[in-house]
């Protein structure tokens, strides 16, 4: 089972442009966590938010957390064509993450 | 890759043969985990570790078996291996159990 659902599952947009990813989580967690894949490539982290925070920022990513509604979205701003990659959302409980299935974004230059 | 190396990264074999994929790190991390990646599924863990000696199942672990001898090493080993364990295998570390940085991974493809 999937502890996250990416919404929308794939995201097509100009350069220059924002994006933003939504995830819905199933269970309690310690924090969230959000990972980018290049295609053929390992995934990288990119933030991690805890639940008892509403909003963090980190350069051009801006990531809220709901805990109520158990959602959470990432924005890119200023998209790049070097941004173009799936994106994962990842719930923390204990040790272990639990993925969603992923965005695929693509940003046309 | 954060000090992760996995090997090999890719590999065909023959279903009801044995294959063990080995994950190193040079981190002195203490947390070690093997993932499953297949489309529309998106990553899924197998077993984690929590120590030399020390791990644990995870979401997807039947026809699978791990071993961790040495802090760097972290071994999955598929008895028998069947077409259904066709996918691409990531082994990812943690210092403290939440960041996690992930390795190349590796194309496994069972005929």
């Known amino acids: 089972s999937q502890q996250g659902e990416e919404d929308p599952q794939a995201l097509s947009i100009q350069e220059g442009e924002n994006a933003t990813m939504n995830c819905s989580y199933k269970t309690s967690i310690n924090n969230l966590q959000w990972y980018r894949q290049n295609s053929g490539r390992g995934l990288v982290h990119l933030i991690l938010?805890?639940?008892?925070?509403r909003e963090k920022h980190s350069g051009r990513l801006r990531v809220t957390l709901d805990t109520s509604k158990k959602s959470s979205s990432l924005l890119i701003t200023a998209s790049r064509a070097a941004d173009t990659a799936s994106y994962f959302c990842a719930g923390n409980a204990g040790n272990m993450l639990t993925f969603g299935g992923g965005t695929r974004l693509m940003v046309k230059p | 890759d954060a000090g992760i190396t996995q090997s090999p990264r890719h590999k065909v074999t023959e279903t009801g043969t044995p294959v063990t994929l080995r994950c190193h790190q040079t981190?002195?991390?203490?947390?070690m985990y093997w993932y499953r990646q297949d489309p529309g599924h998106g990553l899924r863990l197998i077993h984690y570790?929590?120590?030399?000696?020390?791990?644990d199942k995870g979401e997807v672990s039947d026809g699978y078996s791990v071993s961790r001898s040495k802090t760097e090493d972290f071994l999955l080993t598929l008895e028998s291996a069947t077409s259904s364990q066709t996918s691409v295998y990531f082994c990812?570390?943690?210092?403290?159990?939440?960041?996690?940085?992930f390795g190349p991974g590796t194309r496994l493809t069972v005929t």
């Open positions: 938010i805890r639940s008892n925070e």
């Open positions: 990812a570390i943690s210092d403290n159990g939440y960041e996690q940085y």
């Open positions: 570790s929590y120590g030399v000696k020390d791990t």
């Open positions: 981190e002195n991390h203490r947390y």
